[in-house]
């Protein structure tokens, strides 16, 4: 955890330079989010971002670097890490798109918190040596565990 903000700095400011987008998602249903709801949003979205630059970096859009690869993945760890108490009981307002099963499968939703925080800690301690293989296939393994989750627990869009 030492020098995240630094390294959440570095990888902020190497997606600028890379003109890559960091927002995600559509406006519409977060217009009246607040509080832990729009934190989690925010969380949610830095993932996004992270995501994004590795996405990008994996299709070949911006050239391939394991050192940043790996701050991608701290920077997704570090939100998996506090992920839980951002979804506090009752929290699931009009703006929200969690599931009321978030609360109801409460043990199932810490796993798919626990298995992200896992695949994002891989991809986080990746060898400075990687290749683009296994980078892929560490950043695959953190892109299910957030499509796995989305769809336990998030509702679709404009519903
Ligand atoms: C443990 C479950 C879980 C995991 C793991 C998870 N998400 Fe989410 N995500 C949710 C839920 C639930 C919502 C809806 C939150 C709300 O609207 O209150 C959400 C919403 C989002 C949103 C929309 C945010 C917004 O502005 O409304 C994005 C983007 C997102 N997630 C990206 C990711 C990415 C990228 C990962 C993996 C790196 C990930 N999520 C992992 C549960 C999860």
Sequence with gaps: MMNTSLKIGRNICAAA???LTVAAGGAAAHDGATGVVKERMDAMKTMGGAMKQLAAMMKGQSPFDAMAATQAGMTIQGQAEGLLKLFPKGSDDMSSRAKPEVWTKWGEFEAATAALNKASAALA?????AGKSDIMALFAGVGKSCKGCHEQFRKPKDK
Excluded at 125 to 129: E, I, Q, T, V
């Design 125 to 129: 301690g990746a060898d400075m040596g």
């Design 17 to 19: 330079l890379l003109g």
